[in-house]
């Protein structure tokens, strides 16, 4: 297995040290989607880091910082709308005459990226081929033609029927499931727990916010909290269901010791290209922590994922309340 598959964003930073002097970038550098070593490797430079994920403890934001700057150096991530919309947004933020430096493997998109650079930009240079990845480079011209340069450019309405009620759903590129009901997640919209009269409830993965609407619309005066690690799916959330409140956060430690009578999730089981199931085991683990007494985690996972030992050593009362011939929704009560 190739180091991309292992860890791409090892892999990524070893080819850009092979491929750019770094120590002669100077100005303001605006870095991008960035979960490896690069923000260390610039540590004198004027460094400013954009990810709209969590990442590494440091800060997401749906936009990059106001320009202007110098160079750009932008990790490419995974799917193909958000590739086009992170590279409008660094365009937006940099000086005519800047260098954006565009890197990635070639699994994650990297070759076709640079026809959709080149519209933009009018021209770009491969500066490095090596080990399965490539390193583009491009200069942002005075005048770019149809460039998006806000995050209000990048949102799309469609009607979507959440609870059996037909409405306007916004979202934007890179969001789970954007525009539509995914089948785990409408698989786990068949079972939704009873609640009492102002319960509380964390939507673990919220995305565009699609539990939490259809959980309000069953029960509207439930307190819902929605938390996500990408910030422009959250934007997205407090578009969609007004009242909650939105959570900035990869783990249940960052609702900062809150607790709640229900959790429900479609946790995702992919970091980058990597499939993991890390993050589905940490929340089992720590819901206990996060749950009142006789509070549920109920989430949707594919079949093939086996988590009745996991759930029996942190909670009872485990139980599948749903299942099809891809996914299972899974029950469990926190122990006494």
Known sequence: MSRWANDPDHAADALL????????????VLLVNQGGRLPDLLRGSDVAVWNRRVAQGRIASPWPPAGPFDTAFLRLPKAREEQEMSVHAALGVLIAGAKLFLYGGNDEGIRPAARMLEVLTGAVDTISTRGHGRVLAATRPAAIPGLRARLADWRTVSRMVIAGIERDWGTYPGV??????????????????????????LDFGCGSGVIS????????????????????????????????????????????GR???AIL?????????????????????????????????????QRQIALERSIGEHLGGVQIIAEDSRYRVWRATRKA
């Open 17 to 28: 040290e092979r491929s750019v002097d770094l120590s002669a970038v100077s100005g303001r």
């Open 176 to 201: 789970f499931a954007a525009g539509r009901v995914d089948d785990g997640t409408a698989l786990l919209l068949t079972a939704l727990p009873a609640m009492a009269s102002h319960a509380t409830m």
């Open 213 to 256: 609407a259809a959980a309000l619309a069953k029960h509207p005066d439930v307190h819902a909290d929605m938390l996500d690690n990408d910030s422009v799916a959250l934007a997205a959330a407090a578009e969609n269901v007004q009242g909650a409140r939105t959570v900035l956060g990869s783990s249940l430690a960052d609702t900062h």
């Open 259 to 261: 607790t709640y009578d």
């Open 265 to 301: 999730s479609n946790p995702p089981l992919h970091q980058g290209i990597v499939k993991t199931g890390a993050l589905v085991e940490k929340l089992i683990a720590d819901a206990p922590a996060h749950l009142a007494t006789g509070g549920i985690l109920q989430m949707v996972v």
